[in-house]
């Protein structure tokens, strides 16, 4: 599931087209209503056309509460950004265009609202052209503008549309195993207790699982998931989650604080970054500048260590350390947001480089300033992780290709992530020594995910069809949307780890076996006494299946009770198997058979007998001659 944030002025209708979107008004505050303005984040839910549900994070747009703002937009996967027509581009526009850019949220659609107040075309063309001239440069410069009305439903088709075509190539949030939820909402609901919202990257979280709430420490166990409010056994990378905590009070959780797995992530108050002062921001960022500091969903009063320069100018960029008020959560690599607390501007932000630095760095160290550059262009273990996560599975030739490693660091870097147990072999030898160019391996993160998948979509099908023996490989192949080569070894893997029965065609869940209900079950025993009666002579097809139902009946051939020789025969088991063996006798003492002899010496009719001789033949043990059967060498 993808995440789309609102963007823009306030009282450009982000929230009034959420709305005509979803169905749901994302303002949950009665002061919201009241003052028709978002002051906290809101929330909702729709379906893109391909069936794909979304959720919506509405946010506000008054300067007075963008730092609400914040704490919404970094876990989205694109961006609505809304611009009304009868105002055009206004400073929160400028602000939150800033944000978006400096977080990098990669894409989104540009709606511009209110279309239905303006008369004159020209004046659209005109708010239009100035719109595109601010997305310059952005990372919304390639985005479409699509006009819309909220009120009077008009381009919302379109709009819907130029979302779902957004997030189309977009792959899915990557699963490290880690999971992290910031913390954008905590609340209590009568007879279930603690309950948190926020999106969920970098792993999975499963019912029941011990949680720890940073930065505190604080354990607890998850109750109940829930994504678009239905109930989930587990809550996957990129969705947005509301975990149902136990153990834990609604005053010991605050906006801000991570949920996660224990012993994962530590948190720390001093950060190593890079940082870049917007353009037109009012004035240099100097050392000991007291500002905002805003990661995920936290906001922390923080001091900034300019490094290596006396300041940094607007459209500058810079090192910074960063020390903060109190502990927070952070990862190389995150994106930051720092705001000036009065009078209120967003600087700028950047990306995290070091979340653990030893301690405080000399300012003009040029040793510390080449650290600080060789970590933010990452070691080769790092830059060929990176390279396997963007390929998912591959082979070893086309990881090192991506990566544009030199041979000499190729397999050290490939050493340290196998002995750290993030790389799995899916095909070929798993000793490193043993590896070759072709060898197919994949993130440790894919290959969970991808179980996982397989194995859901394998449960999903023993629910759905509960009569039948497995699902079969070539439509599980066609649903995960994999590579033959890839297919075929996550497969054998699951299968040899005895996480998966295979049995020909079809793949199942160990310990799945075919129940029929007792109604079922009668309606079996009659049809077997009928088949036992009838001798060589059963019931057709079609009057099997009336008996005991389509359902059953083709239940009963995949267990192989019955044995369906053609269109209109099918015989019990034991029939066929005392038939074949008697065939295969007559054949082997007397060479050859005619359909009619075999007809007589079973005392049948001769429509059962050719039906039975040519699966016979179909199935390679017997060979037609004229009118004659002899046994296929």
Not at 116 to 140: M, P, Q, S, Y
Not at 308 to 322: F, K, S, T, V
Not at 486 to 507: C, D, H, K, N, T
Request: glycine residues 10%.
């Amino acid at each position: 599931m993808r995440v789309i944030g609102t963007a823009g002025h306030v009282d450009h209708g982000k929230s009034t087209l959420v709305e005509a979107l979803t169905g749901t008004h994302p303002d949950r505050l009665k002061e919201e209503r009241e003052r028709e303005m978002t002051i906290d984040l809101g929330f909702a839910w729709m379906s893109l056309p391909d069936g794909e549900e979304v959720g919506i994070v509405d946010v506000p747009g008054h300067r007075d509460f963008i730092e609400n703002m914040l704490a919404g937009v970094g876990g989205i996967d694109a961006a609505l950004f809304v611009i009304a027509a009868d105002e055009g581009v206004m400073p929160q526009t400028r602000e939150h265009l800033a944000i978006l850019d400096l977080l990098q949220i990669q894409g989104g659609v540009v709606a511009l609202t209110k279309i239905d107040l303006i008369d004159e075309v020209d004046w659209l063309e005109l708010v239009e052209e100035d719109v595109r001239k601010a997305l310059r440069g952005t990372v919304l410069s390639d985005a479409p503008v699509i006009r819309v009305s909220a009120r009077k439903k008009i381009g919302l088709d379109e709009l819907v549309q130029a979302l779902s075509a957004c997030l189309a190539g977009r792959p899915p949030r990557i699963d490290l195993g880690r999971p992290r939820l910031p913390v954008d909402r905590v609340f209590t609901i009568a007879g279930f207790g603690t309950v948190v919202t926020g999106t969920l990257s970098d792993g999975s979280l499963r019912l029941g699982d011990e949680i720890e709430v940073l930065p505190g420490g604080l354990k607890g166990r998850v109750r109940g998931l829930q994504t678009h409010k239905r109930k989930e056994e587990v809550a996957h990378p990129g969705t947005r989650t509301a975990i149902n905590i136990s153990g834990l009070t609604v005053e010991e959780i605050q906006r801000g604080d991570v949920v996660t797995y224990p012993r994962l992530y530590r948190p720390s108050s001093r950060l190593d970054v890079r940082f870049r002062l917007l353009q037109d921001a009012s004035q240099p960022v100097r050392h000991n500048s007291q500002v905002k500091f805003f990661l995920g969903a936290s906001e922390v009063p923080a001091r900034l260590r300019v490094l290596g320069a006396e300041e940094i100018r607007p459209g500058e960029e810079g090192w910074l350390q960063i020390e903060l008020a109190q502990p927070g959560v952070a990862v190389r690599g995150d994106r930051y947001i720092i705001r000036r607390p009065s009078p209120g501007e967003t600087l700028g932000g950047g990306t995290v480089i070091d979340p653990y630095p030893k301690g405080r760095h000399k300012r003009f160290s040029q040793e510390t300033i080449q650290r600080l550059e060789a970590l933010a262009q990452g070691t080769p273990a790092e830059v060929l992780m990176q390279a396997l996560l963007a390929l998912g599975a591959a082979p070893i030739k086309e990881v090192i290709a991506r990566s544009n490693l030199d041979d000499a660091q190729v397999d050290p870097a490939f050493t340290e992530i196998f002995s750290n147990g993030m790389l799995e072999v899916l095909e070929g030898n798993p000793e490193p020594q043993s590896w070759r160019r072709e060898t197919l391996v994949a993130s440790r993160s894919y290959y969970e995910q991808l179980s996982s998948r397989v194995l859901e979509e394998v449960e999903s099908y023993h629910r759905g069809y509960p009569l039948r023996r497995g699902m079969p490989k070539e439509e599980l192949k066609s649903r995960l949307k994999v590579t033959p080569r890839v297919f075929s070894a996550m497969i054998s893997s699951l299968v040899s780890g005895g996480r998966l029965q295979e049995s020909g065609p079809l793949v199942s869940i160990p310990g799945f076996e075919i129940r029929f209900t007792p109604a079922q079950q009668r309606s079996i025993d009659g049809l077997m006494a009928r088949f036992k009666t009838a001798g060589y002579s059963p019931p057709p097809v079609k009057d099997a299946q009336a008996e005991v139902g389509e359902d059953v009946y083709a239940a009963m051939v995949e267990m192989g009770r019955l044995v369906q020789v053609s269109q209109d025969v099918v015989f019990s088991r034991e029939s066929y198997d005392a038939m074949v063996n008697e065939i295969i006798r007559l054949l082997s003492n007397q060479g050859t058979q005619t359909a009619a002899q075999v007809r007589d010496h079973f005392n049948t009719s001769r429509r059962y007998v050719l039906a039975l001789l040519e699966y016979l033949d179909s199935t390679g043990v017997t060979l037609r001659e004229g009118d004659a059967r002899r046994l296929r060498k």
